[in-house]
């Protein structure tokens, strides 16, 4: 069947939709005789052992055959299988996408630069884990013949976000699990305190850094590692023994003496979905061993699969989006909330704000034409409890709705906990986000309207288990094609990132002194 | 001159000001002849040698004097003054708000519970100086003798976030200055993995605890506690030898032979406003010493004075709010990033989403009545330049427009840098804050229009020199003062948060197993 890429408002399904504006009542679906059916009903498998539950989302059935039919007039799962099997869907930087070949193959062999991509990737994968082996059995060692204790990634955007996410959510476990090899650490930021207090947080001479630009040419991070060099350098080591690159093949970083090893990964994985190429995978395979690296990569491909499924109801990342437009483009809801009930995930909203927004906040169509309706939301979150005591005031009592995303799971990482008034920590966690679930669908009425709980605030859980790698790469995967269906359905190019050129830009006149109006009254109120 | 507590929508001036939307392009303020005249002119001192520049917010005259009649209209700053001579402000838990008088006295002496209330913050500030003295110097110490090196916070909520926010942004400036005594770390979560990891982190035998909580009865915090006794036991150490509390008088928690010592805060101290009293105050003796937290109350004692001031022109925090007002009320925005180039300052927004959304996150005016306008914005941000590489994609050319608060300084903390291509990092950071607030105020047309950006993005910037304690107590009680201010203007409580209850009431359900229906039912699905 031929693809055909048309505007969100231009679809009959929509137009549909849109008749369909505050149908559903969830504090009436969740209080209801049938309330408990429901949410037993609404649960869609996902991979590796997790759930996704839409029990507390404002759809029924006729909205959900709705969504269905968006589903099959947007094509969406036709889009995906086109991206997957090697078209240029980044339209705007003529690219593939390919960060799915990454992790599996779900379709035809894709070759590019003369090359089988699959192949490529796993060779990469499998370089890394051998340089990986190396470090952590000591014959790629230090200048004394000692072992690398610490590994430190120097990248921003998507070269940090996503693999520092993915650190602290396996952290605990790698610990718990005995599979721990190495601390790692983050440098990103061009704020020369961030580099500074790193770097005397090290023990310099154990230290092994990855550089991570795809470009080779991302200011913060060549600035970063001049700063880095200039302190081993000044320690007597030599930088070149103590720092790999992750980078394109055409890039400077690339086959330089500079650097003890190189991976490569290419223009096909935008930074943002670059996780589980390696960018994440050199420094997840340095601090958990090659091992959890490929159990994470195993969690995405499983879930990359359940997204090729043309029935909503058993495709969770196709349901997520599809109740995401229900939400944005019908209900009008601006932002959504990302509230993981596990301090390991600490970083991961962080994560799911640039994958979204990146790929999302986009006024204008794949053919470079301005679509007339609002695209990708505001995400923010952080982890529950902390969140409760904190902005979930504004989530059940503000003047806007905000629907949320909560993820759970049954049982915690580090597997200490303590028994106090006949429940565990745990349990009190899993107790909490059920109740916020509730009580913010249902609200509660109180002769005191300072107490009063309007309720009717949608969300969704996603829950497992237990954090670990598998279940960690599933998560991720999910909401890379989550993003991916909403860029569909409003046909917008999820995968280029134009806004953030203009800045980069005036930057560089502000630094070279070529600046006249505003723009040199502001660099002189910051004697710049 | 009587107070009369008026919802928004009945003043005239706010008539007068819904007539003024969209009036103002800051494309063309900032781009005409008279550019560079209005960025320096649209600069208002706040205190410790902060400035606040609103050169790029949709303002003009018209609307400034518009803001000037609202806020004499609504007597925000009269009711200010009765904030601080000790009116019952907080009128749903009917308390008083005595937060200002932690840190100076602005006004009358404020009697309650039968003592001078400035009196009494200032007695507990001494006790706990002398503490944190004692501590330092070897007075007070272990079992063995031997000094504390760490402390360790226990609280959630207002007792976390302001305080770890205030600690990791003068952290490095403290280490730099030479006044850095002891390293703080936090638990927050009910998480067990949270503990778990911190505990697993520590050398027990020489870490203090403060166990944080007003009223003595916070689920997570005394979960938490428990947590640490456990592990201080079983390392063979008395946990009274260990952990002080930070409470207040009639909690569980006060002259209780548990704590080591017992430091007090009262009522009239809301969580979210905490930081300059006991509970920012102990962490933050402990961990740089008196004379540094004494530093960061002056500069909020000077902030609060200029927040006196009715001129709006010569009072920033009231000028913040009145802009925010217009942007939120006529302008229509429902987000508000907080975005400062400064990695000391990576948690301030997490403080600030707090501060801002659990205070004004209402929809019942003070007399109970609902309000037919919106209130509080959603508050999000990271630093830049990080967050360049990852959301601000959305802000440059999403579908919404969302107001942006920049946050710069001229000078970083720990005096180490590095020159490439003939900057500094600094400046290098610098010149990106400038950079971008130009090209969302301007934006720039191409023929390619995925690459054009249409601008009228507004902002404002704070900037100092240097983020020191007098900075960094300055830069928190501007924003505390402006979200008091909008507060009034909405004619909201800010001070309570009835929000956080029915959370809580429903997981003690849960806990208890006394569910039915869908709460059953969720319990269910995590084996609760």
Redesign the interface.
């Known amino acids: 069947m031929a693809i055909s890429w048309e505007n969100l408002d231009t679809l009959a399904s929509f137009k549909k939709l849109q008749s369909l504006k505050g149908a559903v009542s969830v504090a009436k679906e969740?209080?209801g005789e049938k309330?408990?059916?429901?949410?037993?009903s609404c649960?869609v498998p996902m991979a590796a052992g997790l759930?996704y539950?839409y029990?507390a989302k404002q759809v029924d059935e006729k909205i959900l055959g709705v969504l269905a039919e968006l589903s099959q007039e947007a094509q969406l799962v036709e889009k995906f299988e086109e991206l997957y099997n090697g078209a240029v869907v980044n339209t705007?930087e003529k690219r593939l996408v390919l960060h799915q070949l990454t992790r599996g193959q779900l379709g035809k062999d894709v070759t590019a630069d003369g090359v089988n991509k699959r192949e490529f990737y796993i060779n990469e994968q499998k370089r890394i884990a051998e340089f990986a082996d190396k470090v952590h059995d000591g014959r790629i060692a230090n200048a004394a013949g000692e072992k690398f204790t610490t590994v430190v990634q120097i990248g921003?955007?998507?070269s940090?976000?996503g693999p520092r996410a993915m650190y602290l959510a396996l952290?605990?476990w790698a610990?718990a699990e005995g599979t721990f090899k190495m601390e790692a650490k983050f440098i990103?930021?061009?704020?020369?305190?961030?580099?500074?207090?790193v770097l005397?947080s090290l023990d310099l001479a154990h230290s092994l850094f990855i550089l991570v630009s795809k470009s080779g040419t991302t200011?913060?991070t060549?600035?970063?590692e001049?700063?880095v060099k200039?302190a081993l350098k000044k320690a007597g080591l030599n930088p070149a023994k103590h720092m790999i690159a992750v980078t394109s093949e055409t890039s400077p970083l690339a086959h330089n003496p500079d650097y003890l090893a190189a991976f490569y990964m290419d223009d096909y994985i935008g930074?943002?979905y670059s996780s589980t190429s390696g960018v994440g995978g050199a420094v997840l395979s340095l601090a958990f061993g090659p091992n959890v690296f490929a159990e994470f990569l195993d969690g995405a491909a499983a879930m990359d699969k359940t997204a090729t499924n043309k029935d909503i109801l058993k495709n969770p990342s196709l349901l997520d989006a599809l109740i995401g437009i229900y939400e944005r483009n019908v209900q009008e809801y601006?932002?959504t909330a990302v509230l993981p009930?596990?301090?390991?995930l600490s970083r991961f909203p962080?994560h799911l704000?640039?994958l979204d927004?990146?790929?999302?906040?986009?006024?204008?169509n794949r053919f470079?034409?301005?679509?007339s309706?609002?695209?990708?939301p505001?995400?923010?979150g952080?982890?529950?409890?902390?969140g409760?005591?904190?902005?979930?005031?504004?989530?059940?009592?503000?003047?806007?709705i905000?629907p949320l995303q909560f993820i759970?799971f049954?049982e915690?990482?580090?597997g200490?906990?303590?028994v106090?008034?006949?429940?565990?920590?745990?349990?009190?966690?899993?107790?909490?986000?059920?109740?916020?679930?509730?009580?913010f669908?249902?609200?509660?009425k109180d002769d005191?309207?300072?107490?009063?709980?309007?309720g009717e605030r949608p969300s969704s859980?996603i829950?497992g288990d237990r954090l670990t790698p598998k279940v960690l790469g599933a998560l991720l995967a999910h909401f890379e094609n989550k993003v991916m269906f909403q860029g569909f359905a409003w046909n917008i190019?999820s995968f280029?990132?134009?806004?953030?050129?203009?800045?980069?830009?005036?930057?560089k006149?502000?630094?070279a002194h070529d600046t006249?109006?505003?723009?040199?009254?502001?660099?002189?109120?910051?004697?710049?």
């Open positions: 969740l209080s309330a408990a059916e429901r949410v037993a649960s759930v539950n029990a705007g921003i955007g998507g940090d976000l952290e605990n610990k990103s930021n061009v704020d020369p305190d961030d580099a500074a207090s005397k200011l913060e060549l600035t970063n001049s700063f200039d930074g943002r601006p932002s009930y596990s301090q390991a962080a704000q640039q927004m990146e790929s999302n906040g986009k006024s204008v470079g034409k301005p679509v309706y609002v695209t990708g505001v995400i923010f952080e982890p529950g409890t902390n409760q005591h904190s902005f979930y005031q504004l989530l059940h009592q503000g003047t806007n905000i759970a049954k915690n990482q580090t200490t906990d303590v106090i008034e006949d429940s565990t920590s745990q349990k009190k966690l899993c107790a909490n986000v059920v109740a916020q679930i509730m009580a669908a249902c609200g509660k005191d309207p300072n107490k009063s709980f309007a859980i829950y190019n280029d990132q134009e806004g953030v050129q203009l800045g980069k830009k005036l930057a006149k502000v630094l006249d109006g505003a723009l040199k009254a502001y660099s002189d109120l910051l004697n710049i």
